[in-house]
T-cell receptor, first 113, second 116 residues
Framework: AQSVAQPEDQVNVAEGNPLTVKCTYS??????LFWYVQYPNRGLQFLLK??????LVKGSYGFEAEFNKSQTSFHLKKPSALVSDSALYFC???????????FGKGTKLSVIP | NAGVTQTPKFQVLKTGQSMTLQCAQD?????MSWYRQDPGMGLRLIHY???????DQGEVPNGYNVSRSTTEDFPLRLLSAAPSQTSVYFC???????????????FGAGSRLTVL
């Protein structure tokens, strides 16, 4: 069975500083990995995905994620945090062509002005 | 495009009552699904459908029924609500990308259900 772990329930970062939200996964075969963001009282929005190829994936709103196969990690990063980045972030994993994503528990990101 | 539309946004039920959460999408997506979101537990898949007339169970199907009579609609039914079903429910859909594709889900805004 596949699983996704987000080890931090909450991450606090000062505005303008770099941010990292951590994710590790366990998937049989080659993983397909995703990051979604949820703003208060809204549905989840897709940020970026990793399928294959370059280990650094760029996504929406200046976010990027680094795939590390040896550490089975897919950490979300942004060079300079904005207050508007404050939200709940979910990492998700699935197999090729699979509809059934497994989501992590979510990490609440708070960017402090 | 409206995307994925869920109704109602909020609902309060008493234990034992029944209700249906509605989900409609206008993107001609074959795949539709229902998740529930609970604090500290992330999103868990309840039921999903890969096309009209085809449904299957996810991780937490007990207490919920679904049907898929059209491509556009995928209602979720609670036949006898229980307090454990208090949650936020999300409908999501996607157009399949094939055996090697990455299926990016489009989510609705959610339906917050409280069962007293």
């Amino acid at each position: 069975a596949q699983s996704v772990a987000q080890p931090e329930d909450q991450v606090n970062v000062a505005e303008g500083n770099p941010l990292t939200v951590k994710c590790t996964y366990s998937v049989s075969g080659n993983p397909y990995l995703f990051w979604y963001v949820q703003y208060p009282n809204r549905g989840l929005q897709f940020l970026l995905k990793y399928i294959t190829g370059d280990n650094l994936v760029k996504g929406s709103y200046g976010f990027e994620a680094e795939f590390n196969k040896s550490q089975t990690s897919f950490h979300l990063k942004k060079p300079s945090a904005l207050v508007s980045d404050s939200a709940l972030y979910f990492c998700a994993a699935g197999g090729a062509g699979s509809y059934q994503l497994t989501f992590g528990k979510g990490t609440k990101l708070s960017v402090i002005p | 495009n409206a995307g994925v539309t869920q109704t109602p946004k909020f609902q309060v039920l008493k234990t034992g009552q029944s209700m249906t959460l509605q989900c409609a999408q206008d993107m001609n997506h074959e795949y539709m699904s229902w998740y529930r979101q609970d604090p500290g537990m992330g999103l868990r898949l309840i039921h999903y459908s890969v096309g009209a007339g085809i449904t299957d169970q996810g991780e937490v199907p007990n207490g919920y029924n679904v049907s898929r009579s059209t491509t556009e609609d995928f209602p979720l039914r609670l036949l006898s609500a229980a307090p454990s079903q208090t949650s936020v429910y999300f409908c999501a859909s996607t157009k399949p990308q094939g055996a090697h594709g990455a299926n990016v889900l489009t989510f609705g805004a959610g339906s917050r259900l409280t069962v007293l």
